[in-house]
């Protein structure tokens, strides 16, 4: 943050962002920069299970854990938590963790899990039947294809190629794992943690429809979840990151 | 209209364009120059019942009436009326009465209640419970989170509070009359009246999906119903004046 | 081509863009020049029983014939093949019978038809209803008042009306042959013919909801398909040819 001046008279906030499957923290950097060039103080920890050697023999609660001893080490309180895909999961089960640090959890083209679900049983059907098949000491990444088509759809082979390039397989039992949100969603419907969905629009890692991250997903959080779209796709971090540093502030702010 | 010179060779349109619950004429105020910008005429009546010190104990007849009454001593014809949220039902009712002064109707994220449904019956099933508990002395007004989070979900709380403060209480019956459209859709099905349907893409009002203002209501208009869609929330008059300006013209000429 | 540079180092591809109904070739003059003027070799056959004088008595058969026949005669190989509307029956039966030439199919708000289907049984009832009304001999087109409203929905008279003149009747048998779409399906389920599906978010000729052109035909294109949206109606290569030609280079490159 060198030089940087907040352009306008916005109140800071404090994010922590999570990144999604097969990412780590440095998935945020350009984001990170223009919520840091606007005044913004921003944490992009990498969650355990991901990054090149992460170890893969670890559960869904270790995630967690990993992400609520990060709020906890640094002492942040007042953050706005935003989760990215399957971050999703993550930050509702910190935010039942630790409630008190937290201003209001975000959910970008992310999972709101249903009570009892695993995060396999919230993609469609014939994606859910992919994690049967794998190797939990190989852990789990999807192939090449789906991720070019499904999440790059919109940049070219290039940067494609150089985001596969930089993921990683994660713990299979991120996705099998059966996760109680029975806590989460009391806080939600009391009141007592405030949520906001961020959709883009050209998001299809999700298909279309009614499997599609939206509406599904902003619906479960109930009728005072704050609502905001900016095009772009699946890595829209990637590809428009000053848009969604704006739409992150809209979805954070009081 | 100080020296405003309109910039293409659009026919001139002559727009009434009609605010939503809890507001007045002035929510149309940034639109209304724009347009007389581009050498428009434009109206922005108050519906009876809105605005502070409104008269509460009115019925939904009594806005119609007082629209149709505006209408008719301004001797208006060929027009262009405009109704937002609510005032769909407000202007549905008044082109029973007066088709001959109507070049088009457009509803801009507005309800276009089915025949002999109250508009409360239009809001998903947990909103239509709030009003069972309202006391008509009081009037109907949404608490300010509400507002805050589902119609003001763009904005920063400078304004979402600024806009809020503006607002008053509406007559309770005009979310419980039932309405009698019989005329309104014959003259519609029969092509005597022309429509428009004008979705802001971020408006979560009514919430995504099943309950959503579109494609829900422009559906009840028909084929031939003309459709346009802009970016923005509930108050893209607020936010988004101009390219208000550009889809309601783009709604309202031949 | 005077003087056009590419302003981009993206590879070069060969297009052929195949227009909708009771249109021609020349529908895409001005998306072909933005194509080309990035560096893009464009073709853009007029589809046997189109524009004036057209034979009215083919069939669908014939219709593709002619689109394959061009792809042979110009011996073309490695095409991005778009389809445009009802061309979307004609470049996925082309594609079955010269899946070695092809090196995407592109749906841009296109049909893609079931298997089984005719064309007119894709559309929502009442439209599909009017084509047993009509004189094989006059061949099918449809009035002003619908193209105006659903096909032109966001541009001024003016322009409905030019786009309107040089419009001239199909033959009805295109909508009502049964298609047998088998290969095309095969050819897509095992990956030997790549997909995307390019959605114009304010295109309503397929009217929104239930029958909309989007997700409905992209799903039935497989988890593989790739997705892309942009601003726009169903002449959106009219009103938006810089941004549909980046978009179709955004679908069909690598």
């Given at each position: ?52 050697n992460a ?163 902003a619906h ?5 979840c704050r ?28």
């Amino acid at each position: 943050m060198t030089g940087a001046v907040p352009t306008t008279s916005e109140a800071q906030l404090t994010f922590v962002l999570v990144h999604g499957a097969f990412q780590t923290g440095s998935a945020w950097a350009d984001v990170a920069a223009a919520l840091r060039g606007r005044g913004h103080v921003v944490h992009t920890p990498t969650i355990a299970g991901h990054g090149p050697n992460a170890q893969l023999d670890l559960t869904h609660a270790d995630a967690v854990d990993s992400l609520v001893a990060y709020l906890r080490e640094n002492d942040l309180s007042d953050v706005v938590l935003v989760g990215h895909s399957i971050a999703g999961t993550f930050i509702a089960k910190a935010a039942e963790e630790v409630p008190e640090r937290i201003k209001r959890v975000v959910f970008q083209n992310a999972v709101v899990a249903a009570d009892g679900n695993a995060l396999a049983e919230e993609f469609p059907p014939e994606m859910a039947a992919v994690f049967g098949h794998v190797d939990p000491a190989q852990g789990f990444i999807l192939p090449f294809e789906v991720v070019r088509e499904r999440a790059c759809n919109d940049v070219d082979l290039a940067t494609a190629t150089r985001l596969y390039a930089e993921m990683s397989p994660i713990p299979v039992a991120y996705m099998t794992d059966r996760l109680n949100l029975e806590v989460f969603y009391d806080l939600v419907g009391t009141g007592k943690l405030r949520t906001s969905y961020v959709n883009a629009v050209n998001d299809i890692a999700m298909p279309p429809g009614e499997h599609a991250w939206f509406p599904r997903f902003a619906h479960r959080l109930g009728p005072l979840c704050r609502i905001l779209q900016l095009e772009g796709a699946h890595y829209v971090m990637t590809t428009r990151p000053e848009e969604l540093a704006e739409t992150l502030v809209q979805a954070g702010r009081d």
